[in-house]
């Protein structure tokens, strides 16, 4: 602590504009929400605080051991034309709402200080009942000490604005049947909590015939205000100061020569037990004040050190002062806490306790929702920020799984390969001339540790999807064609004159096509995991809180399932279909397809029997006689013509029924039944479906909590405290 003691100002209110606008703040409990300004009395029980305060404000306090402060008391100087005294109860925060409605009723006007004077016992009877104080008069009190706060105005055009509180003394031994240890603790907090505020102005009242430095209070003022900068030493009971070297001592800590702070220790003389003066204006214990400060060591003391005048402008300048060093910083507090419960209100979201309130919020969210479900369908990513998740950029990764898909059924889709008719050409079988889509590989072994993950976080679409989980091994393609093919005609040969049955085809299809279910059901179960995870993290996007989204996801869960089922059945459907049905098109790529293999496999015949033509030097040119052309195309047996057709048929229909059935897979199951149809998973939550919800849907899914709605009520009553502090600090 500083070793200076800075002289008290010229007991001139520096700004009584600013002090009347605190003052209002004050009568509109902002202090709750802002720290204002404030003088706080603090001191072990029977340090004389309640006497100072009475010399200090001039409120005459009934005086007895039995009459121990046992609740903060705010005491306020107002300026008004009319004089009177106003007692009412500040209650404190942690009360209930029934608690608080009681203790604001209570309220008391007196015309003057002598009428408090005759009346304040029995008010303050009347306040332990409100407080539940237990005392003698009230043993059917619960408590000792209480954190609600006795309010104390004074008011009247000459009174300076003044505000000085009184908080319960700090002691440090219990007395059985009065005091518990709880008690201990509550005192101490009480008082800690209007310490710590760095708008606060310590008084630390403190009696002069007792060691300061055996004061519990001073050691806590020093804990909290560690510079001493807003700490004021008071010293009371000077008359009861009898050896010489503890007057030395008192006259050593106002002077500043020991233990000292920065604002300094003033040494005053309060009522005592046995004073009877009851003028209103304690004309009889000023004097007496005054002849005991004439005394020695006492008239040696600087004069604007001693005395409850000097204390009381002492006072009324440090509140200035800190009210002009707090004043900007209140208006800044007040802005930044307004934006704050502002946010706050705004994320609870708008009322909606009434059944329209309820639906209003609900559509507005639903609306919302579908927004950004159009955005992920048309690739709008610059919309939102959810899509700063690529993962949930829906369509992207649709075509994605559609691109793994169409390749994965070109390149492993069949049973067995086909063979390959060597004429001279770079066809092979993997990638065909005629099939030049782009290859964009498969990734199915990259995205599988994915969808186990994925599984994980949505255990409710074990029942719908599936995966093929080693892929590699069960995509595996056959080599061995023409002794599958040799087997079948052998095993399904009947009485047909240069010609197969029909039945040796479709047979010979399903087998090709034995894989399509699996790699189907794989590949749409890969759509449901990222459709599903879209919806529910777009859910939480556009919900307030977690509650909110998880209660929508249980309102339509069973639908979205349903959806979800609808579609992975109808690709069911469509390999059923495929696979099934007798195999036909009319597509003329079929045509062109089977007439290319049947002419493959001529020329394949007559490239050993070429010959070069040396008339033509450029290109090279080779020729064939016309005779071993015959031979070439005769020289079968009836089961190696029926053999070369059905590869050559089955190869051309399969192609065409490969690329039919993605494509109808790509259109049916997955754009019409999962994303754009009426019926998709992502048209389920909108709207309509919130305007056909009944009431009690309404109320699970929209309606305020009892937490939410004391919450809002909380916040509404915070904005609008904070804004009127705004209006008064203009």
């Not at 029995?122 to 619960?142: A, F, Q, R, S």
């Not at 005054?290 to 300048?317: H, I, K, M, Y």
């Not at 039944?673 to 056909?692: D, I, K, R, Y």
């Amino acid at each position: 602590m500083g070793s200076e003691i800075k002289p008290p100002a010229s007991g001139i209110l520096t700004s009584p504009d600013r002090l009347r606008k605190i003052d209002q703040l004050r009568e509109k409990n902002i202090d709750v929400i802002l720290p204002l300004p404030t003088l706080v009395a603090v001191g072990d029980q029977s340090s004389g605080k309640s006497s100072l305060l009475e010399s200090v404000t001039g409120i005459p306090f009934p005086r007895g051991q039995e009459l121990c402060t046992r609740y903060a008391t705010q005491i306020t100087h107002r300026r008004d034309p009319e004089v009177q005294i106003i007692i009412t109860i500040i209650p404190a925060p942690q009360s209930n709402e029934a608690e608080k409605a009681s203790l604001r009723s209570y309220r008391k006007e007196l015309s003057s200080t002598n009428e408090l004077r005759d009346q304040f016992v029995k008010i303050l009877d009347e306040v332990n009942v409100y407080m539940k104080i237990k005392t003698d008069k009230n043993p059917e009190g619960e408590k000792t000490f209480s954190r609600d706060i006795l309010k104390i105005e004074k008011c009247g055009p000459t009174e300076d604005y003044l505000t000085v509180i009184d908080v319960p003394g700090i002691f440090r031994l219990t007395s059985k049947g009065q005091t518990t240890e709880s008690d201990r603790n509550l005192v101490r907090d009480m008082v800690t909590g209007f310490i710590k505020d760095k708008r606060t102005i310590i008084l630390a009242v403190l009696p002069a015939n007792v060691d300061v430095m055996t004061q519990e209070i001073l050691a806590l003022a020093e804990q909290y205000d560690p510079d001493g900068e807003r700490t004021l030493g008071v010293l009371t009971k000077p008359d009861l100061v009898i050896e010489r070297s503890a007057k030395e001592a008192v006259c050593n800590l106002v002077a500043g020569r020991k233990k000292a702070l920065n604002l300094g220790y003033y040494l005053v003389k309060n009522r005592g037990g046995d004073d009877d003066d009851n003028s209103e204006d304690d004309s009889g214990l000023r004097r007496k004040e005054r002849d005991l400060f004439q005394q020695s060591p006492w008239c040696n003391l600087p004069q604007e050190r001693v005395g409850v005048t000097a204390l009381r402008e002492r006072l009324q300048d440090l509140l200035g002062e800190i009210t002009d060093k707090a004043y900007p910083e209140l208006r800044s507090e007040a802005r930044k806490k307004l934006a704050e419960a502002r946010d706050q209100q705004d994320a609870l979201g708008p009322p909606r306790q009434t059944e329209r309130e309820q639906q209003q919020y609900l559509a507005h969210i639903a609306a919302k929702f579908q927004r950004i479900v159009r955005a992920a369908l048309e690739a709008n990513y610059s919309t939102h920020s959810v899509f700063d998740d690529h993962s949930l950029r829906l369509i992207t990764e649709v075509v994605s799984i559609m691109d793994t898909f169409n390749y994965s059924m070109r390149q492993k889709g069949h049973t067995y390969s086909f063979l390959k008719v060597d004429t001279g050409d770079t066809e092979d079988v993997g990638k065909n001339a005629d099939d030049s889509d782009d290859d964009l590989g498969d990734n199915s072994e990259d995205t599988l540790t994915d969808v186990k993950e994925a599984r994980q976080a949505f255990p409710e679409l074990d029942s719908i999807i599936k995966f093929a989980e080693e892929p590699i091994t069960d995509f595996i393609i056959k080599q061995d064609n023409s002794a599958w093919i040799r087997e079948m005609y052998l095993q399904s040969r009947g009485i047909e004159l240069g010609t197969f049955s029909p039945i040796v085809l479709a047979s010979a299809f399903r087998d090709q096509t034995t894989k399509w279910s699996l790699m189907t059901q794989h590949h749409i179960s890969k759509m449901i995991l990222r459709i599903h995870k879209f919806i529910v993290s777009t859910l939480k996007a556009v919900c307030m809180d977690n509650k909110l989204s998880e209660a929508i996801q249980s309102i339509i869960m069973d639908d979205l399932l349903a959806r979800y089922a609808s579609g992975m059945d109808y690709a069911k459907f469509l390999v059923q279909v495929e696979r099934e049905k007798k195999p036909y098109t009319v597509n003329h790529y079929f045509s062109s397809n089977l007439q290319k293999a049947r002419g493959d496999r001529v020329s394949e015949a007559l490239k050993g029997k070429r010959i070069y033509d040396n008339r033509c030097h450029s290109p090279a040119t080779y020729i064939v006689k016309f005779d071993q052309v015959k031979s070439a195309i005769t020289n079968k047996s009836n089961q190696d013509h029926a053999q070369e057709d059905i590869h050559d048929i089955l190869k051309s229909y399969y192609k065409v029924s490969r690329r039919r059935f993605v494509d109808n897979v790509w259109l049916y199951a997955v754009d019409h039944h999962l994303l754009s149809g009426a019926n998709s998973p992502l048209t389920l939550f909108s709207e309509q479906w919130v305007l056909g919800l009944d009431e009690d849907s309404l109320n699970a899914i929209a309606g305020e909590s009892r937490s939410t709605r004391d919450k809002r009520k909380e916040l509404t009553k915070k904005i609008a405290d904070l804004e009127e502090a705004l209006r008064i600090l203009k």
